[in-house]
Antibody, heavy 121, light 107 residues
Framework: QVQLVQSGAEVKKPGASVKVSCKAS????????ISWVRQAPGQGLEWMGW????????NYAQKLQGRVTMTTDTSTSTAYMELRSLRSDDTAVYYC??????????????WGQGTLVTVSS | EIVMTQSPATLSVSPGERATLSCRAS??????LAWYQQKPGQAPRLLIY???TRATGIPARFSGSGSGTEFTLTISSLQSEDFAVYYC?????????FGQGTRLEIK
């Protein structure tokens, strides 16, 4: 069965960086993309960006350009999202999600369990 | 950026009744529209994609319709487990965007 298992909760100080992992299993990793979506406390879903696990192509939300980097390691079927220069308003649950289509956008059919990132001094 | 607007923000419906949720796009997204359900403390779950195709394992009481800029999610005969927050998402253009959500609550 398809599973996306994310790394554990993180507490970071403002200005620091965080790197969240998302390990995929139960499907051919390189046949799909991975999106990252975050949700601030009590708020809605915010799409952060997407990476093709096939060729590494990325597409980021403009507001995060320059602060976010998404990568994959096909040898371990793991996707990573690094966010730098953290601010208090980056406090959120971060989700990875599988995206249908190996090099294009599509519906997000499987989701990780979420990783809480807390930014606090 | 395509703005997705959902209405109403909150919908109060009695169990067994029908719920109709709306989603409007600021420009055409063709049929590249998905609906997700999210319960407290859980990740979102894909319900509908391609505007009207149910995802694997989704009960037939969930149906989606529309194309272009106007979309509807209908839940016939609401069950207790259906009370949750629902989001629409367009995946026609980068950046992908979500609506702000509709909270479906028990009346």
């Amino acid at each position: 069965q398809v599973q996306l298992v994310q790394s554990g909760a993180e507490v970071k100080k403002p200005g620091a960086s965080v790197k969240v992992s998302c390990k995929a299993s139960g499907y051919t990793f390189t046949s799909y993309g991975i999106s990252w979506v975050r949700q601030a406390p009590g708020q809605g879903l915010e799409w952060m960006g997407w990476i093709s696990a096939y060729n590494g192509n990325t597409n980021y939300a403009q507001k995060l350009q320059g602060r976010v980097t998404m990568t994959t390691d096909t040898s371990t079927s793991t996707a990573y999202m690094e966010l730098r220069s953290l601010r208090s308003d980056d406090t959120a649950v971060y989700y990875c999600a599988r995206v249908s289509g190996y090099d294009s956008s599509g519906p997000h059919d499987y989701w990780g369990q979420g990783t809480l990132v807390t930014v606090s001094s | 950026e395509i703005v997705m607007t959902q209405s109403p923000a909150t919908l109060s419906v009695s169990p067994g009744e029908r719920a109709t949720l709306s989603c409007r796009a600021s420009q055409s997204v063709s049929s590249n529209l998905a609906w997700y359900q999210q319960k407290p403390g859980q990740a979102p779950r894909l319900l509908i994609y391609g505007a009207s195709t149910r995802a694997t394992g989704i009960p037939a009481r969930f149906s989606g319709s529309g194309s272009g800029t106007e979309f509807t999610l209908t839940i016939s005969s609401l069950q207790s487990e259906d009370f949750a927050v629902y989001y629409c998402q367009q995946y026609n253009n980068w950046p992908l965007t979500f609506g702000q959500g509709t909270r479906l609550e028990i009346k």
